[in-house]
């Protein structure tokens, strides 16, 4: 079978990628910006299905910074209401095709240290922010938002799931003060290599009986109990589907 895995790459719009047994073609993706999603979704239309929907990109720390157009806090832009819109848009490709899919949604242990304030998701209106917390808020909604979708797919041959991969010492700590990012994070939190990391990713890509659970070093793992809340994801998904129909409508 012929299969192609479409990879975020900044700044390589259509480059193809030839010296590997599979055939490899990497497109441009920012997943904060709503625009970029739309184009992106569109160079997946020749594509005959999709199999697996990774969706594993990310920010971390920093100062507050809301995102231009929508105004989206920039944890919440990239992290959970970019995976929103790409997965709202593939869905019915997805929902159409005859063969299985498999949607993985990349959480985190940092779900912990979150709480999600729908009446200040985006922190515009007074709301104390901090760049750690605000990841863990972005986390916390990526294992709702699984749980949410998973409610909603119980019917189709859709697999949903959402995991934590381990702490790895990659870039999402760009934006993360230097002390965190450089010492910090790789001297004492750091347990995986990329390649360790990416193991429940694909595990969650081809194992049974995972359907709406939170995974953790390839087997299911409890998560927090605020991350379990029915009632929770269901609400993140209303107010989700509320704020990017604002935001697209306002473009």
Not at 42 to 53: G, P, Q, R, V
Not at 160 to 166: E, I, K, Q, Y
Not at 222 to 232: F, G, L, M, Q, Y
Request: with cysteine; charged share 25%.
């Amino acid at each position: 079978m012929d299969r192609r895995l479409w990879m975020r790459a900044s700044g390589y719009p259509g480059r193809e990628i030839t010296r590997c047994p599979m055939h490899v073609r990497v497109c441009r993706l920012d997943l904060a910006d709503l625009s970029s999603v739309d184009t992106f979704v569109k160079d997946l239309e020749a594509e005959k299905s999709i199999d697996f929907l990774v969706l594993n990109a990310g920010v971390a720390g920093g100062p507050l910074e809301h995102v231009a157009g929508t105004g989206f806090e920039k944890h919440m832009a990239a992290n959970h209401f970019g995976h929103a819109h790409l997965t709202n848009l593939l869905l019915p490709r997805i929902k159409a095709q005859n063969t299985p899919c498999r949607i993985v949604v990349v959480a985190s242990a940092a779900h912990a240290m979150g709480d999600i304030d729908l009446n200040d998701i985006n922190y515009k209106n007074g709301r104390k922010y901090s760049g750690m917390k605000a990841y863990g808020q972005s986390k916390l909604a990526n294992i709702l938002f699984a749980k949410a979708l998973h409610d909603r797919l119980k019917d189709t041959q859709i697999v949903t799931s959402s995991l934590h991969p381990g702490v790895i010492a990659t870039n999402i700590w760009r934006n993360a003060p230097s002390w965190v990012g450089k010492c910090l994070v790789p001297t004492f939190f750091t347990d995986k290599t990329v390649q360790q990391g990416a193991a429940t990713q694909v595990w969650a890509c081809f194992a049974d009986g995972i359907g709406g659970k939170y995974l953790q070093d390839c087997k299911v793992k409890e998560p927090k109990k605020k991350a379990e809340s029915v009632n929770d994801s269901d609400a993140l998904w209303e107010a989700t589907q509320k704020l990017l129909a604002e935001a697209t409508t306002a473009r």
